[in-house]
């Protein structure tokens, strides 16, 4: 699969693994559209490109509301006359316990990370069927596959997004489309760290994963490097695929686990002086 020339619009390319998509697509030689709602981080990104040779536009849109993910296709359309792929990749994170959130904090994840795809693949779809090919890529988590305790809001959409794009895929075979499901393991973006979180800083949240994280660099890397393999899932590192399978193997062991990282959780939870828990919005990362 060759990315020279062709046209790649990237959601949340402003930061993150969406930054290190769009860098490497360039280098590739492709033409990149840096979607983000972060004006300054998006410009950022388009001029980082721009200062090696790249070619790069931004676009500047909350993927969560449809109007201005359809009138932004549009204009891509019109001016490269063509999409060759679409990374659905912008998202955000939460992590707490369930019966310490609102419901309210459910719905900026659900719309950020399910309809933000959803979105994206529905205004790339209508145009990559008129064309008869493109790629859609649809960025997931490994724990879209598999539970996790304290991280179920962000779970659930990211297990939302598999069934999602595992119906999409099935239904454009014959269209000339191709559909892809990204589900990383965990990715020293800043996404949690910058996520709201109940009883725990992002810093913290974070030293509680005790799996090594992978780059954005290295991440966009594995994902180019399956879709030249054209596979429609890609599923990496290497721990996720164990744990994936231990939990259908095993599944009264991996809930022994579970509960054991529950209770660890429970333990390194913050409350104030009134004994409530303390909710987080988040250090600023990029």
């Given at each position: 699969m060759e990315f020279k020339c062709k046209v790649?619009?990237?959601t949340g390319g402003g930061a993150g693994l969406g930054n290190a998509l769009s860098q490497r697509l360039s280098q590739l030689g492709a033409s990149v559209i840096v979607?983000?709602?972060n004006a300054a981080a998006a410009r950022e990104t388009v001029e980082l490109i721009r200062s090696k040779g790249g070619k790069a536009e931004f676009h500047i849109l909350d993927?969560?509301?449809?109007?201005q993910v359809d009138l932004m296709f549009q204009a891509v359309l019109?001016?490269?006359?063509i999409i060759h792929f679409v990374f659905n990749n912008a998202g955000m994170a939460l992590a707490g316990e369930i019966k310490y959130l609102e419901v309210e904090h459910w719905r900026p994840i659900f719309d950020s990370n399910l309809f933000g795809v959803i979105h994206g693949s529905q205004a790339?779809?209508?145009i990559m069927a008129r064309q008869g090919f493109g790629h859609i890529i649809n960025i997931s988590s490994s724990i879209g596959l598999m539970p996790a305790p304290f991280f179920s809001h962000y779970s659930a959409s990211k297990y939302a997004v598999v069934g999602f794009t595992q119906a999409l895929h099935a239904e454009t075979l014959d269209q000339g489309i191709r559909v892809h499901l990204v589900c990383p393991g965990y990715i020293e973006s800043g996404l949690i760290k910058s996520g709201f979180s109940m009883g725990m800083s992002g810093?913290?949240?974070r030293k509680m994963v005790h799996f090594r994280t992978m780059s954005p660099e290295d991440a966009a890397q594995r994902i180019l490097h399956g879709l030249t393999k054209r596979k429609m899932l890609i599923v990496f590192p290497w721990y996720c695929h164990l744990f994936i399978w231990f939990q259908r193997v095993f599944p009264l062991l991996a809930e022994r686990l579970?509960?054991?990282s529950i209770q660890k959780f429970r333990s390194e939870t913050e409350y104030d002086q009134d004994n409530h828990i303390i909710?987080?919005?988040g250090e600023p990362q990029r």
């Open positions: 790649a619009v990237v979607v983000d709602r993927v969560s509301n449809w109007k019109t001016q490269f006359q790339a779809y209508r810093i913290k949240v579970n509960r054991y909710p987080y919005k």
